[in-house]
Structures are given as C-alpha cells and as structure tokens.
C-alpha cells in the first residue's frame, strides 16, 4: 500500500516521524514524504492509497480515496476522507493513524475481490 505523508518544512519532524513510525509498524507499506509543493508530482507518481497531510487544501486531495489532514492547532480537528465521507476527529495519535492504514488496506483488497 502506498503512503504520500506531506507536511511542509517547518514540521519536517513530525512529517519524518509519521513516516518512520509508518514504515516500521506496517513495513508492507511503501512510505514517501513529500513537501507541498512537490504534491502533485509525487501523487502522480506514486496514486498513494493515503495521503497523510497538514495544509493541502480538500479540492488538492480529491482524487485521494482516502486522506488526513492534520491539525497543527489542538483547537481544531483533524479532518478524515474515507469511503466517500468526511469526518472529523480531535487529535489522532499514531494508533490512529495505524488503524486508519489498516482500514484503507482492507477497503482495497475488498474492492480488488470485487474486482
């Protein structure tokens, strides 16, 4: 499954550090970071299954089946696109965003069934 984790560089930390917790608790995944410039390049490059993200605004993400968009103010929720619908959530932590990758991993092989 594929990864795109976008923060820009003033929170390159937190970008690298989801991106390694990531890769090291789903090693089956392929994780890329990216700054938000080079957005669209990479997501054309590599059709992540999830984007985990900061600042892309809704209409970048669109054609992502399933995204994040963190909040970097613990005053404003973290905004979720999965299956169709978009949510809202307080402050995610990593097993959040764990069982997050494990939904969308299930959601594609359930579709790649369907065929």
């Given at each position: 499954m594929?990864?795109?984790?976008?923060?820009?560089?003033?929170?390159?930390?937190?970008?690298?550090?989801i991106a390694v917790a990531i890769q090291a608790l789903r090693p089956e995944a392929r994780v890329t970071v990216a700054e938000?410039?080079?957005?669209?390049?990479?997501a054309v490059l590599m059709a992540p299954d999830l984007v985990i993200c900061?600042?892309?605004?809704?209409?970048?993400?669109?054609?992502?089946?399933a995204w994040i968009q963190l909040s970097n103010d613990s005053e404003r929720p973290a905004r979720?696109?999965?299956?169709?619908?978009?949510?809202?959530?307080?402050?995610?932590?990593?097993?959040?965003?764990?069982?997050?990758?494990?939904?969308?991993?299930?959601?594609?092989r359930s579709r790649t069934a369907r065929g």
């Amino acid at each position: 499954m594929q990864v795109l984790v976008v923060f820009d560089d003033d929170y390159r930390s937190y970008r690298e550090a989801i991106a390694v917790a990531i890769q090291a608790l789903r090693p089956e995944a392929r994780v890329t970071v990216a700054e938000p410039s080079r957005f669209e390049k990479e997501a054309v490059l590599m059709a992540p299954d999830l984007v985990i993200c900061d600042g892309l605004d809704a209409g970048d993400l669109a054609s992502t089946a399933a995204w994040i968009q963190l909040s970097n103010d613990s005053e404003r929720p973290a905004r979720l696109f999965l299956d169709g619908r978009l949510t809202e959530t307080s402050n995610p932590t990593i097993e959040d965003l764990l069982s997050l990758f494990d939904t969308v991993e299930r959601l594609n092989r359930s579709r790649t069934a369907r065929g």
